[in-house]
């Protein structure tokens, strides 16, 4: 068997993660590898039967079609990139998961990009999910500070503070 971290990464998912994992290898947005296609269009085909003889280097780089992977090295970049893709989707699918992370991470983009008027109405949106947060914990005092740090951030790109030199001599005397 090739020892390989995808492979134990694979023998975890559920069907409905491997299906997701081939649409986001063969999304052009996620993707831009052929050989990395392959690979998980060929996981997808021996899944969830992951077994030495269908994992062996030589499994993997046939499954990995047009010769991109002839050589070893080119194999592991290949598993390399299929790793990251799937780190990736692991990653999309807590977003899906934690509402407040998203918001405050397309609150964070919004800032970013200087567009007031969307950041201002999301800001509204994301500040009635803290409130109605049912407990009191851990995470909501992550989120309030967080949402907190990036109202300062918005207003402090909006209006840069001035610097006052009689109050700076006040404050140095």
Do not use: W
Not at 68 to 86: D, G, N, P, R
Request: proline share 2%.
């Amino acid at each position: 068997m090739y020892k390989s971290t995808l492979i134990d990464f694979c023998r975890q998912l559920t069907r409905k993660e491997m299906s997701k994992y081939v649409q986001i290898a063969h999304s052009p947005l996620h993707n831009k590898h052929k050989g990395v296609a392959q690979l998980v269009n060929y996981l997808e085909s021996i899944y969830p039967d992951f077994s030495e003889r269908k994992t062996s280097e030589a499994a993997l780089t046939k499954a990995i079609k047009a010769g991109v992977a002839k050589e070893t090295f080119v194999l592991k970049h290949i598993m390399s990139y299929s790793l990251k893709l799937l780190e990736q989707l692991y990653i999309l699918e807590e977003l899906e998961r934690n509402t407040m992370q998203s918001s405050s991470l397309l609150l964070q983009a919004l800032r970013n990009r200087q567009l007031s008027k969307r950041f201002e109405t999301k800001l509204k949106k994301h500040l009635t999910l803290i409130d109605n947060m049912p407990d009191r914990n851990a995470a909501f005092h992550y989120h309030n500070f967080s949402i907190k740090s990036e109202i300062d951030l918005y207003y402090l790109k909006q209006a840069p503070h001035r610097r006052d030199e009689n109050l700076q001599t006040k404050v140095n005397s």
